[in-house]
Structures are given as structure tokens and as C-alpha cells.
């Protein structure tokens, strides 16, 4: 199993940048896929990016293709969520999971972070 942990979230005007970080535990953590989500108030959760334990295959939701990045650094047990171009949509609290081959549907991820918050001012 894994255990990931998510960093970087916080408060930044339209257009801004940040990047996300999730360590988690476990030395199988290269054999996982891994992937961002995000919850607004009164919103279901929802896919944001995932990526292959081997980092070839990535997905992104539509909303945020073009503008997020995820990568993972199998070495460091890291995958990151590179966000350019925010907007107010994107405020949410972003989670971080792992599951064993690679899908974009919440409810089948196996291990979940407790999320980092962020906030897009407008």
C-alpha cells in the first residue's frame, strides 16, 4: 500500500501558476498509478489528471487540458500537478491517489491523501 500526502496548494489571482506536490510511502510506490482529483462545495469529486506507474500514459480532464501537467519522479515516491493559467473554476480541494493500473474514475482508487486546498481569486 501507499500513503500519499499532498503540498503546495494556496491563494493566487486568475492566471497564476502552482505546482502540487503528493509523497507517499511505501516502497511499491512505483508500481502504482497515480492520480489528482479535486472537490468543490457542493460538488461531486472530480478528475483532474492521472498518470501510469511507468509515467508513458497520462490523462487529463477536458477542462483542464493544456493548462495542468502531471509527472512523477518514481525515485523521490513524488508525482506532481503542474497548474498554469488558473481560474476561479479551478478552486477546490485537491487529492492525491494511488490504485494499481491507471483509470480516471475517483471511486476505484485504493489510497487517498487528505488534500490541499486551492483557491483561485478572481
Known amino acids: 500500500q501507499v500513503q500519499p500526502v499532498e503540498s503546495g496548494g494556496g491563494l493566487v489571482q486568475t492566471g497564476g501558476s502552482l505546482r502540487l506536490s503528493c509523497a507517499a510511502s511505501?516502497?511499491?510506490?512505483?508500481?502504482?498509478?497515480m492520480g489528482w482529483f479535486r472537490q468543490a462545495p457542493g460538488k461531486e469529486r472530480e478528475f483532474v489528471a492521472a498518470?501510469?506507474?511507468?509515467?508513458?500514459?497520462?490523462y487529463y480532464a477536458y477542462s483542464v487540458r493544456c493548462r495542468f501537467t502531471i509527472s512523477r519522479d518514481n525515485a523521490k515516491n513524488t508525482v506532481y500537478l503542474q497548474m498554469n493559467s488558473l481560474k476561479p473554476e479551478d478552486t477546490a480541494v485537491y487529492y492525491c491517489?494511488?490504485?494499481?493500473?491507471?483509470?480516471?474514475?475517483?471511486?476505484?482508487?485504493?489510497?487517498w491523501g487528505q488534500g490541499t486546498q486551492v483557491t483561485v481569486s478572481s
Open positions: 511505501g516502497r511499491t510506490f512505483s508500481t502504482y498509478a
Open positions: 498518470i501510469s506507474w511507468s509515467g508513458e500514459m497520462t
Open positions: 491517489a494511488a490504485k494499481r493500473f491507471v483509470t480516471t474514475i475517483p471511486r476505484e482508487y485504493s489510497y
